[in-house]
C-alpha cells in the first residue's frame, strides 16, 4: 500500500516540481506531540513525544507551496495493566522512528511580516526501534529486560495524513497546530475472536525556525 502511495504521489508531483519557482528554503521544526493508538480496544493507551524534522520549502506557485521534510521521532504509549504469571503489570510502548512528511500549502498573507498557511499530505513513517517496558502495579517481581514487539504484529511501516495551520513571523519564526490520521496499521493483532488494526492519531503543536 505504500510502495502503490508514493508512486502515486511522485507521478502527481512531478509537472509541480519542475514548474517551481526559486525562493526556497530550509526549516528546522521541533513538534511536541500526542498520540492516540486508535483501534487499540483499549489494551493501548494514549502517549505522548516528540518529532525533530527538517524541511525544504519549494514555491509552486503565488500562494502554493510543496514542503518535504525527513526527521525523527519518539513517542510512548501506556498499556493497560496485564496479568502475567499471577502477577499484575502495566508499562509503555516506546517507539522511535523516522518520519517523511510530504505537505502541500495555501498561504494567507496578513501583514508584510505575518502570514497564515494550511497545508495537508501524507506522512510515511518507518518505526526502526518499538519496545514494550513493563513495571509491577503495586507488588510483583520487576521484569527483566524489554519485548521487541516487531515479533508481535507491530509493522516497520505505517502512513498518516497530515494536516494543520501555521503562522509565520518576519519569515523566520514559525508556530503550528496539526496532527495526523492513521491511514495503515502501525501493528495488527490477531485472536480467536477478532482482529485488531491499531493506527496512529496525532496531534501535534510545532515551533521551528527558517534560515
Known sequence: MIKKLLLALAASLSPV??????????GARLAFEVTHPAGSNDGINNGS?????GVYNMPVGRHVYFEPGVGVFYNTMGIKPVDVDGAVFDGSVRNFGVRVPLNVGYRFEIFNNFELAAFTGPWINLNCVTKAHLQPDFEGPAPTGSTNLFDYGWHRFDAQWGFGITATYNRRYYLSIGGGIGLSPMATFKTPERKDRIRRNTVSVTVGYNF
Open 49 to 53: 513525544g516528540f518529532t525533530l524534522t
Open 17 to 26: 516540481l519542475l514548474s517551481a519557482q526559486t525562493g526556497g528554503y530550509f
